[in-house]
């Protein structure tokens, strides 16, 4: 089981490097790695065993994170009907040799600001993405698939692509005026 000691924290090398691509058959080990990099944000998002384990509610894990310098991550965004029950999730899964095809110059970024499950500080700061992405990708058995994502899930993938290219979100931060948003960036 993923906990958060298994996550490496930023100044560890492995988070600055360039993932390598997976190779498919996957061998049995990375398989079973990738499903618990999913159970992990799952188990994170279950506020019993997130509280008995110590973890952070995690929405996205990037192989790297773990100290795999692989591409792959795993994404598990829930959704909530108006009464505020949980319902399917939005986006739950994981992704190898991901790529992003095409991509909007409209942009996004959340008002708030981002964080990280490898970075134990506030790092203020709009960090604004493409509002829209057209993403190309592996399954778990190695079938192609091609994903189109806007908003929040646009977000969320792409922090964790950055991941496998060694880029932190705060890379994206404009150091002078970390809040001031160009017009081209909407808020969300
Ligand atoms: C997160 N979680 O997982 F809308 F159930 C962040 C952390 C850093 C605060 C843990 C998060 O946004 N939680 C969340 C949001 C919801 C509903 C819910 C939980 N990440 C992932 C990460 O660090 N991956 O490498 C940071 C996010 C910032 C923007 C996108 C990903
Ligand atoms: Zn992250």
Not at 167 to 187: C, G, N, R, S
């Amino acid at each position: 089981m993923i906990t958060m000691k298994d996550i490496i924290m930023e100044g560890h090398p492995t988070l600055r490097q360039v993932a390598e691509p997976v190779d498919f058959p996957l061998s049995p080990e990375l398989k079973e790695r990738a499903q618990e990099m999913l159970t992990f944000l799952i188990n994170s998002q279950d506020d019993e065993i997130a509280e008995q384990y110590g973890l952070r509610a995690g929405v996205g894990l990037a192989a790297p994170q773990i100290n795999l310098n692989k591409q792959l991550f795993a994404v598990h965004i829930p959704d909530f009907d108006e009464d505020g029950n949980e319902i399917e999730p939005l986006l739950s899964t994981i992704l190898f040799n991901p790529k992003i095809k095409s991509h909007s110059v409209q942009k996004i970024a959340l008002k708030e600001g981002e964080g990280c499950l490898s970075v134990d500080r506030e790092v203020p700061g709009l960090v604004p993405r493409p509002k829209k992405i057209r993403l190309e990708y592996q399954d778990i058995d190695g079938q192609k698939h091609e994903l189109r994502l806007r908003d929040y899930e646009a977000i969320v993938c792409q922090h964790e692509l950055d991941h496998l290219k060694g880029i932190m979100f705060y890379d994206h931060i404009d150091p002078l005026q970390p809040w001031v948003a160009k017009e081209d960036t909407e808020l969300l």
